[in-house]
């Protein structure tokens, strides 16, 4: 599936969230059950069909009174660690935190887990993230983000009077999407609905073109009276059959040479760049150099905006005086990542289309001891 968001009224947390309810309204129930699996009690959510100049949608809204508080990014970071369960909902709500965390440390001169939240570091952003994860790990889709409303004039926040788009969005959106001035006197992009566009632009990005219109919503934003709708579409497609297994995805290659370094120092480099989190995958192999010595060949594949960080681990494990990259495209299938206990052993397993099942390589060196009884348990596990 291919969804696209119409930005006619911006992007909030609240209005994202009211956009896939409004189009598939089976994830209401879905969504309240996580919640309140997540918080161990009932979250007073108004999610109810109004008006915007006469276009009905959903609404999303909390009545959080009691719940207001300021944290900081690493505070956020370790609960989520703590309280969510789902890996994949997990992964989502930490990066669109983090994009957040990194834009906010930027615009004030901190480094990132010392960053306090203030708007985004009350609980209902929180849930309004939380929430946001959810839907987009149900929805397993690829998304097409359109153009971006700037608004006009000043907000006032805890840090005072700030023009629009406020720093930390700048910061979120800056080089990614294409803007436009629709005359509208106030904020149309906040911080939260920055970082959901990015994060779906960064990750889940398709160049496919929809087919079939399947289902469309409205997220209604809180302004009411206004002459400029105030309001997210979200319209959702089938792709084309050829395409509708495949996801358009962009990574970036590290390539160097090692002729003066041993196999065991090359070795434990290789264990140390691999930990990273944007590292997808290593590979290496010998070559022949031009001075006819015997060399190993590095590859990296990483997280497209994440390599300058690898590249710089690179320079501190291996001896090469320069690096190789590129940004290059590629076709995946989805995969999801889901726990089984199998035999009273706990198995994250690698799912993907038709028949592609594959067991963690971590639990199965866990849990195994030979060939033999790693054969049978990926024959168990495909059954």
């Known amino acids: 599936m291919i969804i696209k968001l119409d930005l006619i009224g911006g992007i909030a947390g609240d209005m994202f969230i009211a956009s896939v309810i409004d189009t598939f309204p089976d994830l209401e129930s879905q969504l309240k059950s996580f919640l309140r699996k997540t918080f161990k009690k009932e979250i007073p959510l108004i999610i109810k069909n109004q008006k915007r100049n006469g276009i009905k949608g959903k609404i999303f809204d909390l ?79 690829n998304w097409i983000i359109g153009k971006v409303p700037l608004g006009n004039g000043t907000v006032l926040t805890k840090h005072g009077l700030l023009p629009i788009p406020v720093p930390a969005t700048c910061e979120i959106l800056k080089k990614r999407f294409e803007f436009y001035d629709d005359g509208f006197d106030g904020e149309r992009v906040t911080p939260t609905g920055a970082a959901i566009i990015r994060y779906l632009n960064d990750h889940l990005k398709t160049s496919f073109k929809p087919t079939t219109l399947i289902s469309s919503g409205y997220g209604l934003g809180s302004r009411k009276k206004t002459e400029y709708n105030n309001f997210l579409r979200l319209n959702a497609y089938k792709k084309n059959i050829s395409e509708q297994n495949m996801i358009n995805d962009q990574v970036v290659v590290l390539s160097f040479e090692l002729d003066d370094q041993t196999a065991e120092d090359i070795s434990i480099g290789i264990e140390k760049v691999s930990d990273f989190e944007g590292v997808l995958d290593i590979v290496q192999h010998p070559v022949y150099s031009k001075k006819q010595r015997i060399a190993t060949s590095i590859r990296i594949l990483c997280k497209l905006y994440e390599h300058k960080k690898i590249v710089e681990e690179c320079f501190n494990q291996f001896n090469t005086l320069g690096i190789r990259y590129e940004i290059t495209k590629r076709l995946i299938l989805p995969r999801k990542i889901n726990k089984i206990n199998f035999d009273d052993k706990k198995l994250r397993i690698k799912k993907s289309i038709g028949k592609r099942v594959k067991i963690e390589s971590d639990d199965l060196k866990k849990i195994t001891s030979n060939q033999a009884e790693r054969d049978s348990l990926r024959s168990k596990i495909k059954k």
């Open 63 to 141: 009545n959080l009174d009691d719940y207001h508080t300021h944290k900081s990014y690493l505070e956020i970071k370790n609960w989520i660690n703590k309280k969510i369960s789902d890996v994949n909902v997990r992964n989502i709500s930490q990066e669109i935190y983090k994009l957040i965390a990194v834009a906010e440390a930027k615009v004030h001169g901190k480094r990132i887990n010392s960053v306090k939240f203030h708007e985004v570091g009350e609980w209902d952003s929180l849930v309004d993230i939380l929430s946001s994860a959810f839907l987009i790990d149900k929805l397993n889709s």
